[in-house]
């Protein structure tokens, strides 16, 4: 088991490389978990542009961090927000099962 004191980047998704990246430490994820993520930040990145990475902190909260280029005219900012809300919305159960995952195949943390 390894011991992450920091950020731990689970996913990303990029509208300049037209690339999607998986942490291999999230391998053992179910194929339909994996497709799911990856369905839908290769999504966000097509409609919204920038770098959608989806991240843990230290203590296992999975967050939704959206970056751009400077200078970047064709991403939508507003947009993003209400983007990221409404994954938020109708992902809540994926997101709140992988954070139980991370913290207890990654951290280590008793589920009692």
């Known amino acids: ?18 690339k999607y990246y998986l942490n291999e430490d999230f391998n053992a994820l179910p194929e339909s978990v994996k ?6 930040c290769v999504l966000y990145t097509e409609d919204i542009g920038g770098i959608l990475t989806l991240e843990f902190d230290e203590d296992g909260n999975l967050m939704l961090n959206v970056t751009s280029d400077e200078g970047d005219l064709l991403f939508d900012e507003i947009g993003s927000v209400l983007k990221i809300k409404e994954i938020q919305r109708n992902k809540a159960e994926l997101l709140e099962a992988l954070e139980l995952f991370y913290r207890v195949f990654l951290l280590g943390e008793d589920l009692a």
């Open 1 to 18: 088991m390894q011991v992450y004191s920091d950020k731990l980047v689970l996913c990303a998704s990029s509208s300049y490389e037209q």
């Open 35 to 40: 497709e799911e993520l990856k369905i839908m």
